[in-house]
Nanobody, 121 residues
Framework: QVQLVESGGGLVQAGGSLSLSCLASGSIFSINAMGWYRQAPGKQRELVATITSGGSTNYADSVKGRFTISRDNAKNTVYLQMNSLKPEDTAVYYC???????????????WGQGTQVTVSS
């Protein structure tokens, strides 16, 4: 099993910054993509940003130029630096990791418990 634990959420004023991190632990063999999704009240969970083990990144249009995703493969950790935050960024942020156990060929997504980010106007 793989466990993901997020940290770094909180309350910030519009225009401010927050940094999230997510540590993957457990029986880790091979992690491909890691990333962040978010879910605001009454809305579906949506992609924020992803990053592959090779460092290729993908961002939602709504966060391009404001958010930066990075990862430390040696530490099995993914980060999300969020700048110029807006009230519409308020949501629970979930990290995920696409993991393949030793001796298998399939990757499975694992999710963290989520961390609240609230941006006040």
């Amino acid at each position: 099993q793989v466990q993901l634990v997020e940290s770094g959420g909180g309350l910030v004023q519009a225009g401010g910054s927050l940094s999230l991190s997510c540590l993957a632990s457990g029986s880790i063999f091979s992690i491909n993509a890691m990333g962040w999704y978010r879910q605001a009240p009454g809305k579906q969970r949506e992609l924020v940003a992803t990053i592959t083990s090779g460092g290729s990144t993908n961002y939602a249009d709504s966060v391009k130029g404001r958010f930066t995703i990075s990862r430390d493969n040696a530490k099995n950790t993914v980060y999300l630096q969020m700048n110029s935050l807006k009230p519409e960024d308020t949501a629970v942020y979930y990290c995920y990791a696409d993991h393949r156990p030793r001796g298998t060929v399939r990757y499975t997504d694992y999710w963290g418990q989520g961390t609240q980010v609230t941006v006040s106007s």
